[in-house]
C-alpha cells in the first residue's frame, strides 16, 4: 500500500460515519423525483464556491476519455475511463436518468449487466432497477452519497423490474419498495419475499464483490432465512438507509495502484453482537424525543466544501481531461 493509501482510508471512514449519522437522523425514503433533485443542485449550486469538487465533477457531462482506472477510495476520489450502463438491457432498466450517475469502472459495469442476466433464472427475479452508480468522472456528488466516487459501487432497488419498459416519466417519479418494517427491527413481511434474499445472494457469491450494504432490519432476515449456507453472509454488511434499495461494491480492480481497497470483514457471518448494536443504534435513532421547539439551539456551520486539493491528485487530470 503507499503512502496516501492510509491517509485516504482514515479519511474515507471518517466521511462514512457521517454519511451514516446523516442518513439515520431522518428516517430513509425513496429517491427523490426529477424534480425534488433539480431543485437540491440548484440549491447546492448556489451555495457552492466555483472550486468546489463537487461542482466540479457533479456537473461534468461526460467521462475523462482516459483509461479506466478508479483513483483514491470509495468516498474520497474520482473515475477515468468511466461506461455507462445501457438504460435499457433485457434484464435491467437505469432509474433516474436525469441524474447520470449511469457511470461506473467498465468492471463494475460487467457485472451489474452479468447479474441482471443470471437473476432471473437463479434467483427468481425478473430483472434489475439500477439507481445510482457514478458520476461520469466519479467524484464528490452534488446530492447525496459520500462514496460511489470511484466507479466500484452500484445502488439496485429492491423492487423488482416490471415485465414492460417503463416510461422516462416513470424513471423520474417511480418510489422503489421500502421492504423494512415500521419499527426499523425487521423486514415487512408483506413487502420481503424468499427472492429478495435470493438476489442479495446471489450477488454476493460474485467473486468481484467485496462488500453488499443493506439495511440492519434486512440483515437480520437473511441471517434468519440463510439456512446452512452461509458463507455468502459475511459480504453483506448493515448500514443505514438501504431499505429501498441494496448496494454492491466491488474490490479494486487489479492494477489501479491508487485506488484503496477495504480490509476484509472480521467476522464470520456478521450475524452477531454488530448487528444488534446496529439496530439498537438504529432504533434509538429513529424513535429519538424531539426537543421542545426553541431548544435545539444553534445549527453547526457546514463543513467547507473539498477543493481538488482535497483529492488524490490525480484528480485534476480527471477533471480537466477532454
Known sequence: MNPFSGIVARMALRATLGAALLLVATPARAQQTETEEMARRAKVLSQLPHNAAKRIFGTAPGPAPLAARAIGSFARGCLAGATALPVDG????????????????????????????????????????????????????????????????????????????????????????????????????????????????????????????????????????????????????????????????IACPAGDASCVDQPLPADEDGCGVELQDWLKKQYAAMNRPKPPPGTQGKPKPPPKPWTLDDLPDECRAIAVAK
Open 90 to 249: 433485457e434484464t435491467w432498466q437505469v432509474m433516474r436518468l436525469s441524474r447520470n450517475r449511469m457511470w461506473g469502472h467498465p468492471q463494475l459495469i460487467a457485472l451489474v449487466e452479468r447479474l441482471a442476466r443470471r437473476a432471473p433464472k437463479e434467483a427468481g427475479w425478473p430483472g434489475l432497477l439500477v439507481g445510482d452508480i457514478s458520476q461520469p468522472r466519479g467524484g464528490p456528488m452534488l446530492t447525496g452519497h459520500a462514496s460511489h466516487q470511484i466507479g466500484l459501487d452500484a445502488d439496485l432497488w429492491l423492487t423488482p423490474m416490471p415485465a414492460r419498459r417503463l416510461s422516462r416519466e416513470e424513471r423520474e417519479t417511480m418510489s422503489a419498495t421500502n421492504i423494512v418494517r415500521p419499527d426499523w427491527m425487521d423486514v415487512d413481511p408483506a413487502a420481503y419475499t424468499p427472492a429478495h434474499l435470493a438476489l442479495i445472494r446471489l450477488a454476493a457469491r460474485e467473486k468481484a464483490v467485496a462488500r453488499i450494504f443493506v439495511n440492519p432490519a434486512i440483515k437480520v432476515a437473511l441471517c434468519r432465512d440463510a439456512g446452512t449456507d452461509r458463507a455468502w453472509l459475511s459480504k453483506v454488511r448493515p448500514m443505514w438507509g438501504h431499505n429501498y434499495h441494496f448496494h454492491i461494491r
